[in-house]
């Protein structure tokens, strides 16, 4: 029996998983939209990654795989953790770093652009040294956007290929999405083509993020860039212009925290064979406030089949002793 290993990095936009070898390499993704259900979609996964990793068992055996750990990682990291039983459950900048250092050892600068969030990281010899993310503002993400194309009425996927196609990108707003917006639709009502509104939407991207998550941030190459945005060769095209130096996107730049995490509960110690059958348990959770003391902490309890597995989020010990009490 060979070892496997689970990685999910769950975001507000969208959920992605992965199931590494002992070297590494990927032997089962998917990537699905979150939809704001982080349970219901992993468990979407877990059905599509099971389906694959009997496809890859069927073909080799008796060396099939056996998932031995599961990492968590994203906004909906603690959730899906305690459905998975994962072993590790790890923030986005550590997972990042990790599944990126592991495909490329020489990188010094990591840009990542997902749905709602932003980051930077900064790495010498494959170790963080710095990082900022954006604030409350979506401006410049992939929400941003799939709003903003949807207003052009093309696909969010196409805007890279669009965006190429043009030798005078238009300038706009760049610092809230909502003037963003505004101003593209002055910009098409005084004559600009589409392909350079959309060029100048790209750029617009990369401008926020240079002015705001990566202010006062010394850039170093190589820099590779990940995340949702990054398969916009648009604002890829934008990010070499903008820094004067070449922006590399792995295949799987998508899926980096996953892999990341799946990395980590490779070298966890807290190991036990994963069961793809939860995937068809009841999940569900219950928000309730401890009444303590004046915080009034929201308690966020899970349950798997109507049996309590997990709870969180007091901040004291005068809730704790309660905080599995119904």
Avoid at 230 to 258: M, Q, W
Avoid at 292 to 301: L, Q
């Amino acid at each position: 029996m060979k070892t496997a290993y689970l990685g999910i990095d769950v975001g507000s936009i969208s959920t992605k998983a992965v199931i590494i070898d002992q070297d590494n390499r990927i032997l089962a993704k998917d990537y699905l939209w979150t939809e704001v259900n982080p349970i219901g979609t992993v468990k979407k996964l877990l059905q599509s990654l099971s389906r694959q990793m009997d496809r890859i068992n069927k073909s080799q055996p008796p060396e099939s795989y056996q998932v031995q750990s599961v990492g968590t990682t994203g906004s909906a990291r603690r959730l899906i953790g305690s459905i998975t039983g994962a072993s590790v459950i790890k923030n986005e900048i550590t997972t990042h770093a990790i599944g990126t250092i592991s495909r490329h050892p020489e990188v010094r600068t990591i840009f990542e652009i997902g749905g709602q969030d932003s980051k930077i990281i900064l790495i010498e010899n494959g170790i963080v040294v710095d990082y900022a993310m954006n604030t409350l503002c979506a401006a410049g993400t992939g929400a941003f956007l799939s709003g903003l194309a949807q207003r052009l009425n093309e696909k969010v996927e196409d805007l890279g290929e669009i965006a190429l196609t043009s030798d005078n990108p238009t300038r706009l707003a760049a610092r809230c999405s909502v003037f963003a917006e505004s101003d593209m639709v002055h910009k098409s009502q005084i004559g600009h083509s589409k392909p350079d509104i959309i060029a100048g939407i790209c750029q617009s991207v990369v401008t926020n993020y240079l002015n705001n998550v990566a202010k006062g941030k010394r850039i170093f190459p190589p820099i590779i860039f990940q995340g949702g945005v990054s398969k916009n060769i648009g604002v890829a095209r934008a990010f070499t212009e903008a820094t004067g130096h070449d922006i590399h996107v792995d295949p799987d730049s998508h899926l980096t925290g996953a892999l990341g995490t799946a990395i980590l509960a490779k070298s966890s110690e807290n190991r036990q064979p994963f069961d793809f059958q939860i995937s068809e348990a009841d999940f569900q959770t219950k928000g309730v406030n401890c009444e303590k003391c004046a915080n009034h902490c929201e308690i966020i309890r899970v349950y798997r089949d109507k049996e309590l597995i997990d709870a969180w989020g007091n901040k004291c010990d005068r809730g704790q002793a309660d905080i599995f009490t119904e």
